[in-house]
């Protein structure tokens, strides 16, 4: 059974960082396509950014390039979403999920998603 844990959430300050964590249990990371997703109070759940089962990367969200990154170690079965110079707007809950295209494609390809964490970035 496909298990994801996401966690290192919490409350930052404007200009901050955190990393989150996307622990997988019942596969290896490197054999799904993972991505990261936000949903913000009364919005729609967006794609952040995704990284397929070769490597690549996509980037869903225009407002987090150059600020957030994306990586994965397979030695850990672990993906993480780096985030720097946060701020106000990108206060959500963040899930991960994972989904068996071999690209990064819509959300209605990833058929496994974590139980999310809460990121909140205010002073």
């Known amino acids: 059974q496909l298990q994801l844990v996401e966690s290192g959430g919490g409350l930052v300050q404007p200009g901050g960082s955190l990393r989150l964590s996307c622990a997988a249990s019942?596969?290896?990371?490197?054999?799904?396509?993972i991505g990261w997703f936000r949903q913000a109070p009364g919005k729609e759940r967006e794609g952040v950014l995704c990284?397929?089962?070769?490597?690549?990367?996509?980037n869903y969200a225009a407002s987090v390039k150059g600020r957030f990154t994306i990586s994965r170690d397979n030695a850990k079965n672990t993906v993480y979403l780096e985030m720097n110079s946060l701020n106000p707007e990108d206060t959500a809950v963040y899930y991960c999920a994972a989904s068996r295209e071999r690209l990064c494609g819509g959300i209605l390809d990833f058929i496994s998603w974590g139980q999310g964490t809460q990121v909140t970035v205010s002073s």
């Open positions: 019942g596969f290896t990371v490197d054999d799904y396509t």
């Open positions: 990284i397929s089962m070769r490597g690549g990367i996509t």
